[in-house]
């Protein structure tokens, strides 16, 4: 089973007020987040941006216990 991280757009440096959160396993979601990034923060597909992008990352997990704890199940 393959773990799942998110990336929060508030985590990340950006003037158009973005709050979009992506999750995914690590590949999905560095893949979105750079397209996400381009197309709407206007940033360049660089490696810098993907190693940006690989520090945000955060383990869903960890972000849903530090929430109130929904016993959302899909
Ligand atoms: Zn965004």
């Known amino acids: 089973m393959s773990r799942r991280v998110i990336i929060d757009c508030r985590d990340f440096p950006n003037e ?6 992506i999750s995914g396993n690590k590949k999905e979601v560095l893949n ?3 397209r996400h990034a381009v197309e709407e923060h ?9 190693r940006q992008i690989k520090s945000l990352m955060k383990n869903e997990k960890e972000i849903i216990h ?5 016993g959302n199940k899909k």
Request: with cysteine; glycine share 8%; hydrophobic share 30%.
């Open 32 to 34: 979105a987040a750079v």
């Open 42 to 50: 206007g940033h360049q597909d660089t490696p810098e941006l993907k």
């Open 66 to 70: 530090k929430k109130t704890k929904k």
């Open 16 to 21: 158009i007020g973005c709050t979009l959160l």
